[in-house]
């Protein structure tokens, strides 16, 4: 039987890397699934490509999600078409590559409301609607830099160290009403973002491996490994977890 059979999930930032993975995988488990990320052809192509791989229910709803009337607009919408919200994903995020010093007040807002604002206007705006149903799951995207300070990125920690907390609060205030919370903290992935950063650097082969030498298991992740996480965090076979902060990191954390 497949694991969320009948649930209806939205993800946030799905239509690239690890949200998009999730999306796959959820839809192939069954799941009616609700992407939305600001970019209308990049989501469109998606979920057409889920629906061949799938054949399952998906759609995609553009949003904003640092943007609370949009994002109160997207619950509505979700919830028009499917009556309720199982599963909420906070996918979307936003990364500086700069140098600290050089962070202008405006690029503070940025990653802050992508990571953080966002999270917190779409649980505000599903919350109620789980707590009507009797029960759901939040999976939120933190990072292994959410639970460990990184030096090259303090702005892009300081918002994910917020998520980290933010979950196991929510957790907390939301247990009694069998809404699960929970977040995955993620090491490097390979995104288009971070091919991108490795392809740039002066001699990519030898950033590669600097970056894969952090890791015990000796390689990076893909974005199926993330996707399988929130799979079973999303699924009943979590039905006792709640206010966990799950690295997915192949050992990068172990011996911090």
């Not at 007040?105 to 604002?117: P, Y």
């Not at 300070?149 to 892009?156: E, L, M």
């Not at 809404?179 to 971070?194: F, K």
């Not at 996707?227 to 966990?244: K, P």
Request: some cysteine.
């Amino acid at each position: 039987m497949n694991r969320l059979q009948g649930k209806i999930a939205l993800i946030t930032g799905g239509s690239t890397g690890f949200g998009y993975a999730m999306a796959e995988l959820f839809s192939q488990e069954g799941a009616t699934v609700v992407i939305t990320a600001r970019g209308k052809e990049k989501g469109m192509k998606g979920i057409d490509k889920i629906k061949e791989l799938t054949g399952g229910d998906v759609q995609f709803f553009p949003c904003d999600v640092t943007n609370e009337d949009g994002v109160r607009d997207l619950v509505i919408k979700t919830i028009g078409a499917h009556k309720r919200i199982d599963i909420l994903v906070n996918n979307a995020g936003f990364f500086a590559w700069k140098e600290f010093e050089s962070i202008t007040g405006e690029e503070w807002d940025q990653i802050l409301d992508g990571n953080l604002k966002g999270c917190f206007f779409c649980i505000k705006h599903t919350v109620p609607f789980m707590i009507k149903n009797e029960g759901g799951s939040i999976i939120n995207m933190s990072s292994v830099v959410g639970l460990i300070g990184k030096g090259y990125a303090p702005v892009y920690c300081a918002s994910k160290g917020g998520v980290t907390l933010f979950t196991r609060s929510l957790a907390l205030r939301y247990a009694k009403f069998n809404i699960r919370v929970n977040c995955i903290c993620p090491g490097t992935i390979i995104t288009d973002l971070n091919r991108d950063r490795i392809e740039k650097a002066l001699d990519p082969e030898k950033a590669l491996r600097d970056i894969v030498s952090e890791y015990p298991m000796g390689r990076l992740g893909t974005p199926m490994d993330v996707a399988y996480a929130a799979l079973y965090l999303a699924s009943d076979e979590s039905r006792w977890v709640t206010g966990v902060a799950l690295p997915v990191d192949g050992g990068f954390t172990a011996g911090k």
